[in-house]
């Protein structure tokens, strides 16, 4: 049997009157950007993106040559493609809005070009996040009408540039995937309806931040890692890639908790809420998970700045609604 193209699945979806035209170019767009950016990426020292640009981004991190590749990469698809009013960047301070002599959409777009840049130089998984927002008609669109919550997004996906070039989208019926085929060039349908099991025995976090942790994180952990003697009474595994991509891709794939809780050094979480957390949180609620901040459902979370970090939990549901019950009993 043939397998539908990322193109087939969408059109599918607008026939079903799911999404409209636009919305359907938007999201080919993105995803003819995560192509050249996945050949990029194998490039690898070939193709001139290794090493570190001589910029900070927003977040006053060292910017990688590739981390600037990939952002513009994504922005020069994205400017005259029509469908956008807006676009915001994790590499940028600041709303772009689409050049008025270029036409405008209906859709604003927030992306992270590319997530777990520290992978980029030692050759592990890294990718690309994206979330999709509507821009209410007449309006302009500053930082103010992008601060809308998680459960706003009219699509979201990301990419991950590992082993095989995987895209994962959802348009808010069921999450997808797709796997990049080399020979033909195209995003195939690969993983339909995808679920994660409610239940797990695998998580993963940063655990050199153990020492900074809240009580209720501390005390999950520790449960876990006392395995079959713990009041669990069951073993468990640990993962961390450092790219949330694919760490989140693994969950989705076989279940699993993904947690960077806020600490006594990220005060406020490590991870951005409007290009990270929120379009992960949609995909993972899709995909019958769950995702908080540990307290609250991170779709539900009102917006303050573009650019704002947040605590997450996500992944199985039984276990994200452990943690998040940890935390309520610690109040
Ligand atoms: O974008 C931030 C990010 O690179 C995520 O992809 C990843 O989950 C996290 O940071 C890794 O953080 P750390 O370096 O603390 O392991
Ligand atoms: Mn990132």
Redo the contacts with the bound molecule.
């Keep these: 049997m043939r397998r539908a193209s990322l193109t087939q699945f969408l059109i599918e979806r607008q026939r079903a009157g799911r999404i409209n035209a636009d919305l359907r170019l938007l999201i080919e767009t993105i995803a003819r950007a995560c192509k050249a950016i996945s050949t990029r990426v194998n490039k690898g020292a070939l193709g001139g993106g290794h090493g570190s640009a001589s910029s900070e981004n927003v977040q006053g991190e060292i910017q990688k040559n590739l981390d600037v590749m990939s952002n513009e990469i994504l922005l020069e698809a994205n400017e005259w493609g029509g469908n956008l009013a807006a676009l915001v960047s994790?590499e940028m301070e600041d709303v772009k809005p689409t050049p008025t002599h270029y036409p405008r959409g209906e859709y604003l777009l927030l992306f992270?070009p590319l997530?777990?840049?520290?992978?980029i130089d030692v050759n592990i998984s890294v990718g690309t996040i994206f979330s999709v927002l509507r821009c209410p008609p007449g309006v302009e669109p500053d930082e103010q009408v992008f601060l809308q919550p998680g459960r706003s997004q009219v699509a979201a996906g990301f990419a991950v540039y590992g082993p095989t070039t995987q895209l994962v989208i959802t348009v808010g019926d069921g999450a997808y995937g797709f796997t990049l085929d080399r020979e033909t060039f195209t995003f195939v349908l690969t993983q339909e309806g995808i679920k994660i099991p409610q239940d797990t025995a695998e998580f993963a976090i940063?655990a050199?931040?153990m020492r900074r942790w809240e009580p209720p994180v501390k005390r999950y952990i520790d449960e876990c890692l006392a395995g079959k003697d713990g009041p669990r009474g069951k073993e468990f595994n640990m993962r961390?890639?450092?790219?949330?991509?694919a760490?989140v891709y693994r969950v989705l794939s076989r279940g699993g908790i993904?947690m960077?809780p806020r600490d006594s050094k990220n005060k406020d979480g490590?991870?951005?809420l409007m290009y990270?957390a929120n379009p992960m949180a949609f995909i993972v609620e899709q995909a019958g998970g769950s995702a908080t901040d540990g307290k609250t459902r991170i779709l539900d979370i009102r917006p303050k700045k573009l650019h704002q970090r947040i605590a997450v939990v996500l992944g199985s549901k039984n276990e994200v609604d452990r943690v998040t019950s940890y935390h309520a009993n610690s109040q």
């Design positions: 994790e992270d997530d777990g840049s520290s992978n940063n050199s931040n961390w890639v450092a790219s949330m991509v760490d993904f960077y490590r991870l951005r990270e």
